[in-house]
């Protein structure tokens, strides 16, 4: 159990840096055997609690594999090396399939409009997010969730199968919930794990909460009667199949002006080749609803970037106004589905070796992805030597 994983999070890269530091001796052993407890607010921590700064970036994958590696070997640190790539995995599915999150926004908008008119949903859906359903471990963690922005990964698995299947509520309702409230809140990783949960994202397969398994990963906090234990998995009409990922653009020579937004905050790593910045601006594009809190962890997170790219670049950097680059080609990291890459301007994207390794192989199931670990970290030994 790793005591200095709280929850009272820093919105900069150095406070990232430094949870990594304390993490990675416990990325081993320690990770892949506790890693599915969740002892509960102050119980201290079974996981890196790095997914806020991962979302955005603030710190990038391949700096958590790195401290990983160098504690403990690529062995040892597989599990860990493993959950890692799981985002990579999402985001490159969703990059394929940009329709599950607009159809994810479009039933989340419909459940929210049928609220208006059907009492019957609005109740059932105001006591599962005010924790009132009388289910004492769901109650708790919707109290969880407001008050801290954050739960383990398990709770997430046992709330949304709870939140499907037992209270049958719909599972875009449960998805945008957890957008507005996560610090962490991901197009990808939070629609596909809900899809996952109800048994669309791997059709027929669903995940189901039991009351045991509950008891025994909450060290015995919990032992829910009444949960439907034997649910059908949710079904939906054949989704069409992957897109093409776009090409690369094409980066400008010379003067540019480098965007930065909330899914890329490490502007000093982006490979710009000879663009030279000399202007930065900051785009802050929060999720739909995005709680108070959140958007802070927004604000402050670009704030700190803004500040670190205009040290790093010698440029001012300040948050984007009407008419800030006319007078300039824009540069800005590649934005994957969601609020960012809807905001932006027509920009050249840039793109990351991390995720044009994994992308090809997020299509369908993580098994690709999994399997092609070891061949991507070998043909960048620069990640893991830090260089
Ligand atoms: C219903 C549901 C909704 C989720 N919504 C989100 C979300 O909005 N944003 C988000 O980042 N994660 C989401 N996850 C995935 C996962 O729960 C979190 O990434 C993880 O709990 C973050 O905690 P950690 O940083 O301590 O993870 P660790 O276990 O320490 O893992 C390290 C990093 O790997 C990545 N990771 C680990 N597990 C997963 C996973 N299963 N899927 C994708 N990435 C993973 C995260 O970036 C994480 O920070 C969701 C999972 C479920 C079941």
Redesign the pocket.
């Known amino acids: 159990m790793c005591a200095v994983m709280e929850n009272n999070f820093e919105a900069t890269r150095a406070s990232g840096l430094s949870r990594l530091a304390a ?1 990675a001796p416990h990325a081993g052993r320690d ?1 892949s055997n506790n ?1 599915n407890t969740d002892p509960g607010p102050g119980g201290g ?1 079974t ?5 806020p700064y ?2 955005r970036r603030l710190i990038v994958e391949h700096e ?1 594999v790195a401290w990983a590696d160098r504690a403990h070997g690529q062995q040892t640190a597989e599990k ?1 090396v493993q ?2 790539f ?2 990579t ?2 985001k490159g599915h969703l990059e394929t399939r940009p329709f599950l999150w607009t159809d994810y926004q479009r039933l989340a908008a419909e459940g929210h409009a049928q609220m208006r008119t059907n009492a019957g949903l609005r109740l059932a859906y105001e006591q599962a997010t005010t924790g009132r359903t009388g289910i004492e471990c769901l109650d708790d963690w919707a109290l969880e969730l407001t008050t801290e922005n ?4 398990h709770t ?2 046992w ?2 199968s709870i939140w499907i299947f037992t209270l049958r509520l719909p599972w875009a309702l449960g ?1 945008d919930f ?2 507005r409230h ?1 610090l ?3 197009p990808a ?2 629609t596909l ?2 899809r ?2 109800a048994g669309l994202h791997t059709r027929g397969k669903h995940y189901v909460a039991r009351a045991e398994n509950i008891r025994r990963y909450t060290d015995g906090r919990y032992n829910p009667a009444k949960l439907d234990e034997d649910p059908m998995p949710l079904d939906e009409p054949p989704v069409a199949g992957p897109v093409s990922i776009k090409p690369a653009d094409k980066l400008p020579k010379g003067d540019a002006a480098l965007l930065l937004h909330l899914d890329d905050l490490y502007p000093e790593s982006l490979p710009l080749g000879s663009a030279k910045i000399t202007r930065i601006g900051g785009l802050l594009a929060h999720a739909d609803g995005a709680v108070e809190r959140v958007r802070q962890f927004d604000r402050d997170a670009m704030a700190d970037a803004l500040s670190r790219a205009s040290a790093h670049f010698g440029c001012e950097a300040a948050l984007v106004a009407p008419g800030w680059s006319a007078d300039l080609p824009v540069v800005a990291a590649y934005a994957p589905v969601g609020p960012s890459a809807s905001a932006l301007p027509k920009v050249a994207g840039v793109c990351r070796d991390w995720d044009t390794e994994t992308w090809p192989h997020s299509k369908n199931g993580f098994f690709k992805v999994k399997t092609a670990i070891p061949r991507i970290l070998a043909r960048h030994p620069e990640w893991l030597s830090g260089d």
């Open positions: 993490f990770y890693r921590r996981t890196s609690v790095l997914s991962l979302r958590a860990y959950e890692v799981w985002r995995y999402f954050w739960l383990h990964n997430r698995m709330f949304a998805a957890f957008m996560l962490d809140g991901d990783s939070n794990s809900w996952w949960v």
